[in-house]
């Protein structure tokens, strides 16, 4: 006897249909800057600008993979695909994440061979390229951080994001150096400081892809305590078999078979007892999407059944 949570279906779908809609403007105004910051690059000879070029240029991959990914999860289940293809999007993430890998990799070599061999850069008008991508992924963060569907593909997007932001805030001071200073390292040193700051997200955004499709248990969610407050149902004498894991982000899941005394099951009836424990779980830890198999005491030898088959 089991119940499947739906709730939060309609509300979830609503915020993917909407961070679609901030996608494709952050897609938009990505593409544009990259193409002046390219220009930039090649006008200024400024490495820093044409790592925030490459930069930008993964981003929009990035964002066009996201965008496919959040479509084609709202594709509905099907027979061979249960959960539909949810999945889609943490892949997606995934990708982002060895993408961006190699963008800093890509980075750091060039750096240290701007900083042995360092190069002239126009740096007035690296400057002013430097400032319209500043200003834009200022519009495209802002766009992006009013999404609450807690999805980790538009979190990999944010991280991006705020990314080229820091990028293009140190292109800008590169290019003050240079023209205060005229030390011309200071670009190969912003490349790499650009380097440095996405490795972290990077691995971040990896660790957390891995973990989903490995199907951890969600992070925050402490297993020990949801067994604790399922036995507190009036009537449950063990829960066991419990496993909890992430379909997608923000859709937790969990499973559990709970053992009831005769009596509760008598005077309450299965249906009661499964919106208690399904109650329980949505109120105390979040998870609306759970099944349970409710099992009466009386019934000792359930174990075995998939051992004895059925004809």
């Known amino acids: 006897m089991g119940s499947t949570g739906a709730g939060a279906g309609h509300g979830?779908?609503?915020?993917?249909?909407?961070?679609?809609?901030?996608?494709?403007?952050?897609?938009?105004?990505?593409?544009?800057?990259?193409?002046?910051?390219?220009?930039?690059?090649?006008?200024?000879?400024?490495?820093?600008?044409?790592?925030?070029?490459?930069?930008?240029?993964?981003?929009?991959?990035?964002?066009?993979?996201?965008?496919s990914a959040a479509y084609v999860a709202t594709r509905p289940a099907t027979p061979r695909r249960t959960f539909g293809l949810h999945r889609a999007e943490i892949l997606a993430a995934l990708v982002n994440a060895v993408v961006l890998l190699g963008v800093c990799t890509f980075l750091g070599y060039v750096g240290v061979r701007r900083l042995i061999t360092p190069?002239?850069?126009?740096?007035?008008p690296m400057i002013a390229f430097a400032a319209v991508g500043l200003l834009a992924n200022a519009v495209s963060l802002l766009v992006l951080q009013r999404s609450d569907s807690g999805s980790l593909n538009m979190r990999g997007a944010w991280l991006e994001v705020a990314s080229d932001l820091v990028g293009s805030v140190l292109a800008v001071a590169a290019g003050v150096v240079i023209v205060l200073t005229g030390f011309h390292r200071a670009d190969a040193i912003a490349s790499l400081l650009i380097a440095g700051l996405i490795l972290p997200r990077?691995?971040?955004?990896?660790?957390?892809?891995?973990?989903?499709?490995?199907?951890?248990?969600?992070?925050?969610?402490?297993?020990?305590?949801?067994?604790?407050?399922?036995?507190?149902?009036d009537g449950v004498t063990e829960v066991h078999d419990l496993h909890a894991w992430t379909i997608t982000s923000g859709i937790p899941s969990l499973s559990a078979h709970v053992t009831v005394t005769d009596e509760a099951l008598a005077a309450r009836g299965v249906g009661v007892l499964l919106d208690e424990l399904s109650v329980c779980v949505a109120g105390h830890f979040g998870v609306r999407h759970a099944t349970?198999?409710?099992?009466?005491?009386?019934?000792?030898?359930?174990?075995?059944?998939?051992?004895?088959?059925?004809?």
């Open 12 to 67: 979830h779908a609503a915020g993917r249909a909407a961070d679609r809609g901030r996608l494709r403007l952050v897609l938009l105004i990505t593409v544009t800057v990259l193409v002046v910051e390219l220009v930039g690059a090649l006008l200024t000879g400024s490495l820093a600008l044409l790592a925030d070029a490459g930069h930008m240029a993964t981003d929009a991959t990035g964002v066009v993979i996201a965008l």
């Open 292 to 311: 349970f198999q409710v099992e009466p005491v009386s019934h000792r030898r359930h174990e075995d059944l998939g051992e004895a088959g059925c004809e």
């Open 202 to 233: 990077s691995f971040s955004l990896l660790r957390e892809s891995v973990s989903v499709l490995m199907e951890s248990t969600p992070r925050g969610l402490d297993l020990a305590e949801v067994e604790r407050h399922l036995a507190g149902v």
């Open 119 to 124: 190069s002239e850069v126009e740096a007035g």
